[in-house]
Nanobody, 115 residues
Framework: VQLVESGGGLVQSGGSLRLSCVASGIIFSASAMGWYRQAPGKQRELVALITSGGGTNYQDSVKGRFTISRDNRKNTVILQMNSLKPEDAAVYYC??????????WGQGTQVTVSS
């Protein structure tokens, strides 16, 4: 299983970033996928998930600002992040939510938000 995240960077508060994750080694179209984040000194947390059928769920703190989507043709899951806040700064990871292959993590992509 390989998960490759990209799209992070430095953005001002209120700005936007679009994160991408390309997955291989799993049956992507049948997999619920999630975006997670970990800020310094904090536990890793689930930010958003998308089911194999396209249903979505979000952490309350990002509802209305973040949108998760998927492209099964490209084995890609996207996290569009708008109205970013300093508290959104973290390393962002994607992975399969549950089942075979869910124990694997990518290298993550750093998001930094300046106030």
């Amino acid at each position: 299983v390989q998960l490759v995240e990209s799209g992070g960077g430095l953005v001002q508060s209120g700005g936007s970033l679009r994160l991408s994750c390309v997955a291989s080694g799993i049956i992507f179209s049948a997999s619920a996928m999630g975006w997670y984040r970990q800020a310094p000194g904090k536990q890793r947390e689930l930010v958003a998930l998308i089911t194999s059928g396209g249903g979505t769920n979000y952490q309350d703190s990002v509802k209305g600002r973040f949108t998760i989507s998927r492209d099964n043709r490209k084995n890609t899951v996207i996290l569009q992040m708008n109205s970013l806040k300093p508290e959104d700064a973290a390393v962002y990871y994607c992975k399969k939510v549950a089942g075979p292959g869910s124990e694997y993590w990518g290298q993550g992509t750093q998001v930094t938000v300046s106030s």
